[in-house]
């Protein structure tokens, strides 16, 4: 989970950067409801280097303590980041479980052809 303050009081998050994030996140919500997974996993990508290099930076330096009101804005971000990608779960669940499905369903199969042949082939 991402926080915009660090145990030790060191800033995690802008606000800037807490703005970007929202936004991949909606679309990434946009792109989980066309099922368009290769752009989502792209996007998620984006979003994690994101992610990470703001830590990265504050890990490197303290940047100071966060205003008050951005402190509440970014609170309100997170909330709103974790609903979308609660939203976001509830389309990639189902269609990584079907995924999932298939591929056992397919390893069945070319078991099956392997130790009994082709039921095309010539008997």
Do not use: C, F, N
């Amino acid at each position: 989970m991402i926080a915009p303050k660090h145990k030790t009081g060191m800033r995690l998050l802008s606000l800037q950067e807490g703005r970007a994030l929202l936004a991949l996140y909606e679309t990434m919500l946009e792109t989980a409801r066309a099922r368009d997974w290769e752009r989502l996993a792209g996007i998620e990508h984006q979003a994690a280097a994101l992610r990470d290099a703001a830590v990265a930076q504050a890990a490197s330096k303290d940047a100071g303590t966060p205003e008050p009101g951005d402190v509440k804005a970014l609170m309100e971000l997170l909330t709103r980041i974790q609903v979308l990608d609660r939203e976001i779960r509830d389309y990639v669940e189902p269609a990584r479980e079907d995924t999932r499905q298939q591929l056992a369903s397919e390893v069945k199969g070319r078991a099956l052809r392997g130790a009994y042949g082709s039921l095309d082939a010539p008997g």
